[in-house]
């Protein structure tokens, strides 16, 4: 085996091995906002966790609010829950982004956040990603049933906002999940 052969085999196999990594007693949040919570500081564009180009996820926009400012209640009971690893919308769930649609339809001028959890397993940084891939995947979803993409806002908290504590399959389930909120104008 010639040594640039070795050389990437050694790359490769670091790098499979860093991804693999258990790292949360140390996890690493820079550039991940003031909050930690993947906004950036201005309020902008960016996506979490860096560009478009960093993360291999399509930018979508943010707005100009503050997440703080987003009423969670009103289409609580639409929450979408997701497969370990997974951010595909499984077929009990659709039915409540078709309320959803529904009710954005019904009350014209609002726009809706898209909040991407997952549960503690995995890196901080995976658990990030994996939260932004399942907000894109309602936010698609919900574009398909004809709701405008410049009102449906996205963000990742990944694992650091769970619905349940606890180590057991039952709360993992509860925090793999996308919470909808209405944007309220201030």
Known sequence: MNILRRLTL???????VAACSDDKNNPNYTGMGPDGA???A???TDTVGGNSADSGI????RGNFDPNNVDNSTLASDTIYFDFDKATINAEERSKLDAVSEWFKGNPGHALFLAGHADKRGTPEYNRALGERRALSVREYLVGLGLPAAQLYTNSYGSDRPAVDGDTEEAY???????IGVVVEK
Do not use: D, H, M, W
């Open 10 to 16: 050694v790359c490769a196999v670091t790098l499979a």
């Open 38 to 40: 993947g906004l950036p």
């Open 173 to 179: 389930a509860k925090n793999r999940r996308v919470e």
């Open 58 to 61: 399509q930018e979508t926009p």
């Open 42 to 44: 201005n309020g902008g």
